[in-house]
């Protein structure tokens, strides 16, 4: 096992399996290629370049920097390698807080994405003290709206995000932190 990494910008939370913490640029080369591959990109946007990478990095790193909230890192114990980003983001004039996921096509099939997503809605309903929290899910995207059952989370219909992502379809899955009290027992089970 790996010793458990940190980030300057924010907290580092701890799994079974997995470390999650905020951006470092020693996460460039494997989210670059995550980012690379249409297939694991289908839903959010498309595949990048290595410098449109490096600016999304330095995006999520911004929101740490300006919000104490962003997608953190994440790192698997055993290897120490980038599997990811999840985390707890609410860019400007998105439509609700959410709990997002995506996965390096390594890491999906494995069960990493509930088990980081799990302790990240902990985070934002226990440190962040949010409310409530959603996920954008793009209505073709079976594989997310099974992480999305998973966590307890419903499906509260159509969505829309701001520019330049408005032209993409969602539906708005979610739950409220007293739903979540009752659903995190449940997941533990």
């Given at each position: ?11 580092t ?31 959010i946007?498309?595949?990048q ?56 096509r ?11 997503a799990?302790?990240t ?27 999305a ?40 089970r």
């Amino acid at each position: 096992m790996i010793e458990r990494p940190t980030s300057p910008l924010g907290p580092t939370l701890e799994t079974e399996r997995l470390f999650l913490r905020p951006p470092t640029l020693e996460d460039f080369p494997r989210w670059a290629e995550f980012q690379a591959d249409p297939e694991t990109t289908r839903f959010i946007g498309g595949a990048q370049s290595r410098h449109q990478v490096w600016r999304t990095i330095a995006s999520v790193a911004g929101m740490w920097a300006l919000q104490g909230e962003g997608m953190f890192s994440v790192i698997e114990k055993t290897t120490g390698d980038w599997m990811g980003r999840i985390g707890p983001l609410h860019p400007y004039d998105w439509p609700g807080r959410e709990v997002g996921w995506s996965l390096h096509r390594d890491a999906m099939g494995k069960g990493y994405a509930v088990e980081a997503a799990a302790a990240t809605m902990d985070y934002a309903f226990d440190e962040l003290d949010w409310p409530d929290v959603i996920h954008c899910i793009d209505p073709d995207n079976r594989a997310s709206e099974k992480v999305a059952e998973r966590l307890g989370s419903t499906n509260r219909g159509p969505g829309r995000a701001p520019p330049p992502f408005h032209e993409m379809p969602l539906n708005l899955w979610g739950q409220t932190r007293d739903e979540w009290r009752v659903n995190r027992l449940k997941l533990r089970r």
